[in-house]
C-alpha cells in the first residue's frame, strides 16, 4: 500500500504545477494512537508541515495575501495556487474530504481530525453551501485571516473579543444563543455583529455555525469549478477519462482553483469512481475514473479488475 | 481450518475461536448458490423478512401488496439442491389481509407460536401462526413505518411502534392498550429498534435527522439525542440543534451485543454510535446511497470477528466490517432495489427481499476440493511425458 501512494504521488504531477509532496517532513504525531501503518499521509504529517514551512499568504507564484482577502495555506503545496489575475479566490481553503483522497482510511482521517481539533491545534468550520462540507484550518491561520478581513470594520472589536473568548476556550463547530450569552456574555446584538462579520453563520434557531468571513465568493468559484471539472468528465467517452490525460488537458476558465483542487474534491466526495486499470502487459499503469452518475449506487465496474485493486472498490472476497 | 481445529483439541486456543474463525470464513465468501432458492410466491415487492431467533428454521416476509408468507429454511430433503418451500401464507383473499403495503413483520422473541405485523392501512396486527387468525389488532393514526418487540424483555411486552406522527406509540401485549406515548421527535419516526443489551432502553429514528435514545420507564423524556458532532452534552437545552445525520435518518441497528447502535440516512451515510454515551465513533463508511423514502431494513452478523454489517444499496448489497469501516464486497444477484435483508447467525446466511419480488439466498461457498496426486499428474502435457520408467518391473 505504502509503495502504491507513493506512485500515485507521482503520477498526479501535472503541468498545472501541483505536485503532491511524496516525502513531507516527519511532524509532531499527535499524542495518542500511532498511525497505522499503510497511511504514508498521515493527517499530522501535512498538517504540521503546512504550518512549518508555508508562511501563510506567500505563494510559490510570489504574491502575499494582502487586500484581496488573503486565503489559507495549503498544506505542502498539494493544491496549485491560481494565477493572480484571479480575483476573490485567492489560496482556497482545504475541505475536509479532499484528505480523503489523500489518504486511503476515511475512519482514520475523520479521528485524527477530531482529536487535532479537541486539541486547538485546528478548526473546523462550515463554508455554507452543504451542511456536510467542512473546511479544515490551523487555529493561527484562521485567526490571522478574521482579524485580518475585518481589520477596519466597526465590529472588529466585537469579533476579536469572540476570537478571545468563545472560539479559544471550545473547539466546537458551533455555538448555541445559552452558550453565548452565559459564559461569555455575547448578547443578540453582538452575535448579529459576529454573523454580520461573516464569523458565525445561522444552523439552527438559536445556534450557529463557525464560518469564515469571504466564504460566499470562494463558494461560488468553487462550485462553477466543480461543475466545470466534472463536466469534462461527463463529456468524455463512455464517461471515464484517465486521471493522468484530465491532468494534462487545460482547465476551462470556470476552473479558477486549479484542476488538482477539484480533482481530489471530486474523488473525495465520491462524486466519481476512480479505480486502477493495467494495461495488457499486467503493470499498473495507468488509472481511470468513472463517474457516478450523482444520484445512483456505486459499484458499477465496466472495465474487468486483473488482480489487485487497492482504490475505491472492493477486492472480490476469493482474495 | 485443520490448524484451527487441532489447536482446539490440544486445548491451546479456547473454543470460541475455531467457531469464529470460521464463521467469518464463511461471511466473507457468501455467494449465489445454484443450488439454494426460495419459493417465490410474492406478486409484488417484499418489503421485510424476519428469521424466528429461537432455531433459526422459519421465515417471514412481508410484501407491497399486503401478503406475509412463511418459509421453512431447514433442508431435510437429504440432496444438495433444495428450495425453501413456503409452509402457509396470509394471501390476498385472506379476511384479515392487511389492506396496504407490510412494512414490518417480526416473530414474537420467544417462541414461534405468534409474529406481528405492521402495515401503511394504519394497523398492528398480532398473529397467531397455527390458525393464521389474528389475536389483536391495534390501530393508529397514521401510517405504521416500523415496529420492534424487544428481544430480551422479560419483565414487559411492549412493542415500540414508529409512525407517521412524530409520537412513538408503545402497545402493551398483555393489556392490550396502546397508551405509552414518547414525545420528542418533530416529524414522522421512520425506524425503531429495542436493545438487545438492556430490556428497556429504545432507539428511535425520525424524519427530523434526530435518534433518540430512551428508557421507557422514564416519563420526562429521552436519555440522549445523537450528535453527529460530539459536541458538547452539557444540557438538554442545547442538545435542540443535535442532529444524526443530515438527512431522514432512515434505519436503526444495534449490533449484536448492544454496545453499538449504526443509523443510515438518505444524507448517504451511516455512522456508528457507542450506544451508552451517545458518542459518534467517527467510523466512515464512504458513501452509503440510500434513496429509500421509507425506513431501510439492514443488518448485522452475529458470531464473526471482524463483525459484518449487510447494507441494501440499490440494486446490490453492500457489506462493510462495522468497526473499520471498510467495504468488503457488493452481493449482485437482484434485478431491482433491494429492500431488506436478514442474517441467519447458525449457517451463516442471508436472505435478501427486493422489489423485483424475490427472496435471494446468499450461502458460503463451498471449499474447494483439495488437489490429489493423481490430478497433478494428468495435468502435464503428455507432450512432455517420456517413456521411462524407473518402476523394477519393466526393466
Not at chain 1, 458565525?200 to 461560488?220: E, H, I, M, Q
Amino acid at each position: 500500500a505504502e509503495d502504491q501512494l507513493r506512485g500515485e504521488g507521482d503520477d498526479r504531477d501535472g503541468p498545472a504545477g501541483g505536485s503532491l509532496c511524496a516525502n513531507p517532513p516527519v511532524p509532531p504525531q499527535p499524542h495518542g494512537a500511532p498511525p497505522p501503518a499503510d497511511l504514508q499521509h498521515p493527517e499530522g504529517q501535512e498538517a504540521a508541515a503546512a504550518a512549518g514551512t508555508r508562511p501563510w499568504g506567500c505563494r510559490r507564484t510570489g504574491q502575499t495575501g494582502g487586500p484581496r482577502g488573503g486565503g489559507f495555506g495549503s498544506p505542502v503545496s498539494c493544491f496549485p495556487l491560481p494565477s493572480p489575475a484571479v480575483r476573490g479566490c485567492a489560496a482556497p481553503p482545504v475541505l475536509k474530504h479532499q484528505l480523503y483522497s489523500l489518504v486511503r482510511d476515511r475512519t482514520a482521517v475523520d479521528r485524527q481530525l477530531s482529536r487535532l481539533k479537541d486539541e486547538g491545534l485546528i478548526r473546523l468550520f462550515q463554508l455554507g453551501f452543504d451542511s456536510d462540507v467542512f473546511g479544515v484550518a490551523f487555529t493561527q491561520d484562521y485567526t490571522a485571516k478574521v482579524l485580518q478581513s475585518v481589520a477596519g470594520k466597526e465590529h472588529a472589536g466585537t469579533v476579536r473579543r469572540f476570537l478571545e473568548t468563545a472560539f479559544a476556550s471550545c473547539p466546537e463547530l458551533s455555538y448555541d444563543n445559552g452558550r453565548m450569552l452565559r459564559d461569555f456574555g455575547f448578547r443578540d446584538p453582538d452575535i448579529t455583529q459576529l454573523v454580520n462579520a461573516g464569523v458565525l453563520t445561522v444552523r439552527d434557531a438559536g445556534s450557529w455555525w463557525l464560518a469564515v468571513p469571504g466564504a460566499g465568493r470562494f463558494v461560488k468559484c468553487f462550485i462553477k469549478g466543480r461543475k466545470a471539472v466534472l463536466g469534462m468528465i461527463q463529456k468524455a467517452k463512455y464517461k471515464e477519462i484517465l486521471l493522468s490525460d484530465l491532468q494534462s488537458r487545460r482547465a476551462p476558465s470556470a476552473v479558477k482553483l486549479g484542476l488538482p483542487y477539484h480533482i481530489h474534491d471530486l474523488i473525495g466526495a465520491q462524486l466519481v469512481d476512480w479505480y486502477v486499470t493495467h494495461t495488457r502487459a499486467g503493470e499498473r499503469t495507468r488509472e481511470s475514473w468513472l463517474p457516478a452518475p450523482l444520484l445512483s449506487p456505486l459499484g458499477l465496474t465496466l472495465l474487468p479488475e486483473p488482480g489487485e485493486n487497492p482504490g475505491v472498490l472492493p477486492h472480490h472476497p476469493s482474495d | 481450518m485443520l490448524a484451527f481445529i487441532s489447536a482446539r483439541q490440544a486445548g491451546l486456543d479456547d473454543p470460541l475461536r475455531l467457531r469464529r474463525a470460521e464463521s467469518t470464513r464463511r461471511v466473507l465468501s457468501l455467494e449465489l448458490n445454484k443450488d439454494r432458492d426460495v419459493e417465490r410466491i410474492h406478486g409484488s415487492g417484499v418489503n421485510t423478512l424476519d428469521i424466528e431467533p429461537v432455531e433459526g428454521r422459519y421465515m417471514l416476509s412481508g410484501g407491497s401488496d399486503g401478503v406475509i408468507v412463511l418459509y421453512d429454511l431447514e433442508n431435510f430433503s437429504r440432496k444438495p439442491c433444495y428450495t425453501c418451500k413456503a409452509i402457509c401464507s396470509v394471501g390476498r383473499s385472506h379476511p384479515d389481509v392487511h389492506k396496504f403495503s407490510v412494512e414490518t413483520v417480526q416473530w414474537y422473541p420467544r417462541d414461534t407460536g405468534m409474529f406481528t405485523s405492521s402495515s401503511f392501512d394504519k394497523t398492528l396486527k398480532i398473529w397467531d401462526t397455527n390458525t393464521l387468525q389474528p389475536a389483536d389488532v391495534f390501530n393508529f393514526e397514521g401510517t405504521v413505518y416500523s415496529h420492534h418487540m424487544s428481544p430480551v424483555a422479560t419483565k414487559h411486552c411492549l412493542i415500540a411502534v414508529g409512525t407517521k406522527s412524530p409520537k412513538v406509540q408503545l402497545c402493551d401485549l398483555k393489556s392490550g392498550s396502546c397508551s405509552q406515548i414518547l414525545q420528542g421527535h418533530r416529524q414522522e419516526v421512520l425506524a425503531v429498534a429495542w436493545s438487545p443489551r438492556h430490556e428497556y432502553v429504545l432507539a428511535t429514528a425520525s424524519a427530523d435527522s434526530r435518534v433518540k435514545l430512551w428508557d421507557v420507564r422514564r416519563a420526562s423524556g429521552c436519555l440522549i439525542t445523537l450528535d453527529q458532532y460530539n459536541g458538547e452534552k452539557s444540557k438538554a437545552s442545547s442538545e435542540a440543534a443535535n442532529t444524526a445525520h443530515n438527512g431522514r435518518v432512515n434505519g436503526l441497528c444495534f449490533t449484536s451485543d448492544g454496545l453499538h447502535l449504526l443509523t443510515i440516512g438518505t444524507d448517504d451515510r451511516m455512522r456508528l454510535w457507542n450506544s451508552s454515551s451517545g458518542e459518534n465513533t467517527l467510523v466512515n463508511y464512504g458513501k452509503v446511497c440510500n434513496e429509500s423514502r421509507k425506513g431501510l431494513k439492514f443488518t448485522t452478523s452475529t458470531g464473526c470477528d471482524p463483525e459484518f454489517a449487510f447494507v441494501p444499496y440499490g440494486s446490490t448489497i453492500a457489506v462493510y466490517t462495522i468497526y473499520s469501516g471498510e467495504l468488503i464486497t457488493m452481493l449482485r444477484g437482484h434485478y431491482n432495489t433491494v429492500d431488506c435483508c436478514v442474517f441467519q447467525p447458525n449457517f451463516q446466511e442471508l436472505y435478501s427481499g427486493s422489489k423485483d419480488c424475490n427472496i435471494l439466498a446468499w450461502v458460503p461457498a463451498l471449499r474447494e476440493p483439495m488437489p490429489d496426486e493423481d490430478a497433478a499428474k494428468q495435468r502435464l502435457n503428455p507432450a512432455f511425458e517420456d517413456g521411462w520408467s524407473s518402476s523394477d518391473d519393466e526393466g
